[in-house]
């Protein structure tokens, strides 16, 4: 059984920064790919950032490309997104998730890929 705990999000101003993190337990080993996926209430999910565990290939949506970087500490068995330049749009609960499956970069960002999923986190960016 594999489980994912995302860390607590929080409050932060426009401009401001938050790591958020996901600790992987189970068959942490096994999970090749790894990503954050965001919601808004009444929207689709939608895919932001993902990377793979052995050559750490990453893939990022446009919208959060050069303020957000995912990374990955394969000893700690746990997922990072280091966010900044915050803006009132990346409001959402964050969720991670993980596939034992070692997929290609075209493939990465696709929600249905994904095997084991967090329960999600909450950030808001407001003034």
């Known amino acids: 059984q594999v489980e994912l705990v995302e860390s607590a999000g929080g409050s932060v101003q426009p401009g401001g920064s938050l790591r958020l993190s996901c600790v992987v337990s189970g068959r942490a080993s096994s999970m090749n790919t790894m990503a954050w996926f965001r919601q808004v209430p009444g929207n689709e999910r939608e895919f932001v950032a993902a990377?793979?565990?052995?050559?750490?290939?990453?893939l990022y949506a446009d919208s959060v490309k050069g303020r957000f970087t995912i990374s990955r500490d394969n000893v700690k068995n746990t997922l990072y997104l280091q966010m900044n330049s915050l803006k009132p749009e990346d409001t959402a609960v964050y969720s991670c998730?993980?596939?034992?499956?070692?997929?290609?970069?075209?493939?990465?960002?696709?929600?249905?890929?994904?095997?084991?999923w967090g329960r999600g986190t909450q950030v808001t960016v407001s003034s």
């Open positions: 990377i793979r565990r052995g050559d750490r290939h990453t």
């Open positions: 998730a993980a596939t034992s499956r070692n997929w290609i970069l075209s493939a990465m960002g696709g929600e249905e890929g994904y095997d084991y």
